[in-house]
């Protein structure tokens, strides 16, 4: 469908592209990149599945965004979505799972049995952010914004070092139920639960991580967290406890976000909200955000006059018999592109 042609108040469009837009890449001012990949995760698999999944959800969104007018005619475009990727995660998955269900049972991951499996999945995982930061890399490049869809939480790792490689600094609003501060977690360096301390430990640029209603990590992430000056907690139960002594939401979003510097990554997990909005997603915890909540604080980013570089939505774990996780995911999506471009003004 050409551009002239499209209606936003019309149907939506089935094309194959994130909300039906007509844009193409090379003309848009934003480009989605996919990551259909999950090898990693340790509970719930299926989030490999979500970009097709959110693509479907998001053409029954209607266009009008209160928040930013009109800044989607500015154009989001979705990239070529690799296969390959897919692909591999389902070749590589049989490989983790083995790894986690050895490690369960109390097994060692030095043991015979796991090494070899351990040291494929690192391999695959590291040529697959090699693939997500060639693409981003191509994006980025030709002066674009880049949001990038998962998958697990591992995948935004090449588009965030890409950034730090083309940024002085910028600081990355984390909204999850988790840090993702271990190390090599179950062997797997590129862990879905691993991202934000391969974050700290390569890309130098990102000079704060401020984590949003985190509320399942273990206490060697929380000594890592209080000893580093680049990491500031807003675990759920502090932002709760504010609340039940009478400070706004309002203002606890403004404390947040003067912890970050002028230009901003957000890393969206969906697990951050509440159970009701991502019920399917890997790893549950009770606890989290309202749907609201989450996007007053992404608003009161853009108010605060910071400029969004770049965003992942990830963790949207898509389930045959309830939609709610991808039309969730497909809103969060919507709301980021837009005050992404709202944020960059040009």
């Known amino acids: 469908m050409e551009q002239k042609t499209f209606d936003p108040d019309g149907v939506g469009v089935d094309n194959g592209t994130y909300f039906g837009l007509p844009f193409e890449p090379e003309t848009a001012e934003l480009v989605i990149v996919s990551a259909p990949w999950d090898v990693t995760v340790s509970y719930g698999a299926g989030t490999a599945y979500a970009p097709d999944a959110i693509i479907e959800a998001s053409t029954q969104l209607d266009f009008h965004e209160p928040l930013a007018p009109g800044a989607w005619c500015r154009g989001i475009a979705t990239a070529d979505v ?20 050895h490690l ?38 030709a002066g674009k914004l880049v949001g990038l869809v998962g998958g697990d939480h591992s995948t935004p790792y090449g588009l965030i070092r ?35 301390f391969n974050v700290l430990r390569d890309v130098p640029a ?45 203002t606890q979003c403004l404390r947040i976000v003067e912890t970050l510097p002028q230009e901003v990554y957000v890393s969206f997990d969906i697990d951050g909200l509440s159970y009701e909005n991502c019920p399917h997603t890997g790893t549950p915890v009770a606890g989290g955000l309202g749907f609201n909540q989450a996007v007053w604080l992404l608003d009161t980013l853009v108010r605060s006059g910071r400029r969004i570089v770049g965003f992942d939505v990830v963790e949207v774990t898509p389930a045959r018999e309830e939609r709610i996780d991808a039309i969730t995911g497909a809103r969060v999506l919507w709301k980021l592109c837009n005050l992404t471009l709202k944020s960059n003004v040009r």
């Open 82 to 101: 690799d296969y390959s990727l897919l692909d591999e995660s389902q070749r590589l998955r049989g490989d983790a799972a083995k790894v986690i269900d």
């Open 104 to 141: 369960e049972g109390g097994g060692s991951p030095e043991d015979d049995y796991v090494v070899r499996k351990i040291c494929r999945v690192n391999e695959g995982c590291a040529a697959m952010n090699a693939n997500i930061g060639a693409q981003a890399a191509r994006w980025l490049d």
């Open 162 to 196: 890409a950034l730090g490689e083309r940024h002085a600094e910028f600081g990355i609003l984390h909204i999850d139920a988790h840090c993702d501060l271990r190390d090599a977690y179950e062997g797997f360096e590129f862990s879905h639960a691993s991202i934000m």
């Open 206 to 250: 990102v000079t704060k991580i401020a984590q949003v209603a985190v509320r399942d990590f273990s206490e060697r992430e929380a000594a890592l967290a209080a000893s580093s000056g680049r990491v500031v907690l807003f675990d759920d139960l502090s932002l709760a406890a504010a609340g039940f002594r009478g400070e706004t939401w309002d």
